[in-house]
């Protein structure tokens, strides 16, 4: 079936580490997104991806790094520059050009750092 | 800029009664598009209906129907017949679609609704 895996769905790390949290997607979507989301909050950007080898800072990208090789893949890498990691990340994409433009999202990575 | 706001926290529902949950925004976009998207205890997002600024009539997908009023920049959901299942965190977001907002969503706090039996 087609759709977003992100891995792992749980993550532990220690302060002043990195961290790389995988997103892949298998449904030939131009566009894929990444977004935190804190207790009580909604979702906020922190970069998106139109093409690949391309990409664009969203409204919290500070501390954060992407990269997008593959159509496929839109990994991000939580760095030590991060001051408040612990959050839930959740991976997205879309059709670029369809009416609606729906995000199709994974089910998430959990982050906690010790 | 674009904004999303959504006043209530929380909400409450008896089984198989109708639901109201508000959402309002802002932005500058002349043509925008307006989504509702759930959230369950499992964490993913559930892409539930969607209304493009230009539509004439107000969708509707099964149980849920959104409620626009462009002139007060409103798009309430509407869900009917609640059903246990539909206990869930609810997000209002929204993309413009000019210029660098195209293609971004901008998501509200979300409401946390609970359906009793």
């Known amino acids: 079936d087609g759709g977003i895996t992100q891995s792992p769905k749980y993550l532990f790390r220690k302060e002043g580490q990195n961290v790389t949290l995988s997103c892949e997607q298998n449904l030939n979507h131009d566009a894929m997104y990444w977004y935190r989301q804190d207790p009580g909050q909604g979702l906020r950007l922190i970069y998106y991806s139109q093409i690949v080898n391309d990409f664009q800072k969203g409204d919290i990208a500070e501390g954060y790094s992407v990269s997008r090789e593959k159509k496929e893949s839109f990994p991000l890498t939580v760095t030590s520059a991060q001051k408040n990691p612990t959050a839930f990340y959740l991976c997205a994409s879309t059709v670029q050009g369809m009416r609606t433009g729906e995000l199709f999202f994974g089910e998430g990575s959990r982050l906690t750092v010790l | 800029a674009q904004k999303i706001t959504q006043t209530q926290p929380g909400m409450f529902v008896q089984e198989k009664e109708a639901v109201t949950l508000d959402c309002t925004y802002d932005?500058?976009?002349?043509?925008?598009?307006l989504f509702w998207y759930k959230q369950p205890s499992s964490g993913e997002m559930i892409f539930l209906i969607y209304?493009?600024?230009?539509?004439?009539q107000n969708a509707t997908e099964g149980r849920y129907s959104l409620n626009f009023q462009k002139a007060r920049k409103s798009a309430n959901l509407v869900i009917s017949a609640s059903q246990l299942g539909d206990s869930a965190m609810y997000f209002c977001?929204?993309?413009?679609?000019?210029?660098?907002?195209?293609?971004?969503?901008?998501f509200g706090k979300g409401t946390l609704l609970t359906v009793n039996p």
């Open positions: 932005t500058s976009d002349p043509s925008y598009g």
């Open positions: 209304q493009g600024s230009y539509d004439q």
């Open positions: 977001a929204m993309r413009g679609n000019s210029g660098g907002s195209n293609y971004k969503l901008t």
